[in-house]
T-cell receptor
Framework: EPEVTQTPSHQVTQMGQEVILRCVPISNHLYFYWYRQILGQKVEFLVSFYNNEISEKSEIFDDQFSVERPDGSNFTLKIRSTKLEDSAMYFC????????????FGSGTQLSVL | AQSVTQPDIHITVSEGASLELRCNYSYGATPYLFWYVQSPGQGLQLLLKYFSGDTLVQGIKGFEAEFKRSQSSFNLRKPSVHWSDAAEYFCAVGPPNDYKLSFGAGTTVTVRA
């Protein structure tokens, strides 16, 4: 089965630093997503991205967050100035279409903000 | 607003026994419902989904789920559990046009020999 690839698997950063989480979605997919899961809490939707623009975003996805598809294969999530509460597992996901097509998740990047 | 409740945080089941995981949802329109499984170090894998039609849906790995609109439930079942089914299971609900999913808190399943 095709896979969504996320790098790195673990990222440690200092509070206030910028961090970029990288994802390689499945090659023919058109819809891209970021979710996160803070330890002990629910998986939360952050943002969806289609046709090179944000389709939907949650309240969590404030001005500190941005997404980009810089080169047609990668999909990145940038946190401009990290806070302690940004520590979480971040999941990238992609699908060929909308909800009638299967959503594939990556294995996640564990972000620790110190 | 959409939301999902999974009442059971942790379930322990013997290998070969049946398993049922509960899920209750809140959604204003016809829900799109999903069950995902997460093994340690892995991403979320889709087990099954419900959009419309037959309320009993079959998924991978021998799982099935039944949609009951009157009870706002979408419970997951497996008749005979294998040790490899030990994992965390998430129920999710979303709109028809986007994977803006709301997840439950998850149920951890432990399988004892």
């Amino acid at each position: 089965e095709p896979e969504v690839t996320q790098t790195p698997s673990h990222q440690v950063t200092q509070m206030g630093q910028e961090v970029i989480l990288r994802c390689v979605p499945i090659s023919n997919h058109l819809y891209f997503y970021w979710y996160r899961q803070i330890l002990g809490q629910k998986v939360e939707f952050l943002v969806s991205f289609y046709n090179n623009e944000i389709s939907e975003k949650s309240e969590i996805f404030d001005d500190q967050f941005s997404v980009e598809r810089p080169d047609g294969s990668n999909f990145t999530l940038k946190i401009r100035s990290t806070k302690l509460e940004d520590s979480a597992m971040y999941f990238c996901a992609s699908s060929e279409g909308t909800v009638r097509q299967k959503l594939f998740f990556g294995s996640g990047t564990q972000l620790s903000v110190l | 607003a959409q939301s999902v409740t999974q009442p059971d945080i942790h379930i322990t089941v013997s290998e070969g026994a049946s398993l049922e995981l509960r899920c209750n949802y809140s959604y204003g329109a016809t829900p799109y419902l999903f069950w995902y499984v997460q093994s340690p170090g892995q991403g979320l894998q889709l087990l099954l989904k419900y959009f419309s039609g037959d309320t009993l849906v079959q998924g991978i790995k021998g799982f099935e789920a039944e949609f009951k609109r009157s009870q706002s439930s979408f419970n997951l079942r497996k008749p005979s559990v294998h040790w490899s089914d030990a994992a965390e299971y998430f129920c999710a609900v979303g709109p028809p046009n986007d994977y803006k999913l709301s997840f439950g808190a998850g149920t951890t399943v432990t399988v004892r020999a």
